[in-house]
């Protein structure tokens, strides 16, 4: 008899439900199940919650048009690199390399552009291609040595941070450069449609286009696969390292296209000024919900996770409170995200 007889023959066991789920005869979830299941509700909650008690206690200058702007703004470059790490979380890695790659693809981007002219009409698509050529190959230097070497994330990434910022300091001199087109500056940075920042709707459009990839595409199934169980998605026939590698890719580009979109706001390189932009992603994606470990997460909590600290700097400074202490507010707010995150996975292994 063969093995597929058997199985045909073998007799199927009733259907059964864990407890606190919903099944045939089990009682539905509760609420802390359904939060548990679905932790990007919780933080876009939270991010309601946050938002109400500040226009409570200061409605005309938190709602004033310039705060709304700014926070937008702010949290329009965040949510371009937060979209790359969301990736990579997804598949179980991380990237703690986006920041310098921001640097390095800018100050790339900007020698480009002077060197054929600040002034010429072509200056700003060579910019725009030498800022997202010089990230990709980082991504894919990260890729591959992740994917081929079997070597951990964080220490690789570790490594290319280094380089990479300090590959963009040689090649700056170490000052920050100046020369950005005044197109770029005008259109882009400062421009308004309707007087919507136009940062602020290339990155909702970005954040669209990247979630529909993630949530609708076989590309974005394979990536769930792979951050679930890698093996697994292996012996199903996927080319695991040829993904990895891509998902590396696409992070380094949103790194290089943000750093493009920085000379547009700041008018210049501003090397100083992403050294943590790094672990502000990381904490956007996992306050969004984004397993750490792997396999779950959505770009709708990860937009939500990258306004709760824009929004929690913008109002502690409007009720008369030093900004810093948003750092104690989000380092709370992670840590509860995280501890959602081991309740979850303990509760679905059971």
Known sequence: ?????????APIA??????????P??????LGARILARPELMIFGSLVIIVAIFIAMNPTAFLSPINLR???VEASMMIILAVGMTYVIITGGIDLSVGAILVFSSVCSLLAMRWVGSDTAIAPV???AVSLGSAAVWGVVNGLFIARTKLNPLIVTLATMGIAMG?????SGGVDLTGVPKVLIDEVGIGRVH???VLVIIAAVFAIVAGVVLHRTRFGLYTYAIGSNEQGARR????????????YVISAVCAGLAGYFSLSRFASTTIAGHGTDNLKAITAVVLGGTSLFGGSGTLFGTTAGVFIPVVLAAGLVIIGLPSFWQEVAVGIVLLIAILLDQMRRKSGSR
Do not use: C, F, Q, W
């Open 1 to 9: 008899m063969t093995e597929a007889t058997s199985a045909a023959k």
């Open 14 to 23: 009733p259907e059964t439900s864990a407890p606190g789920t919903a099944g």
């Open 25 to 30: 005869s089990g009682p539905p979830p509760g």
């Open 70 to 72: 700014n926070i937008a």
């Open 126 to 128: 060579v910019g725009l």
């Open 167 to 171: 590959a963009a300091r040689l090649l």
């Open 195 to 197: 007087g919507v920042p």
């Open 236 to 247: 199903a026939g996927l080319s695991v390292d040829r993904h990895l590698v891509m998902v």
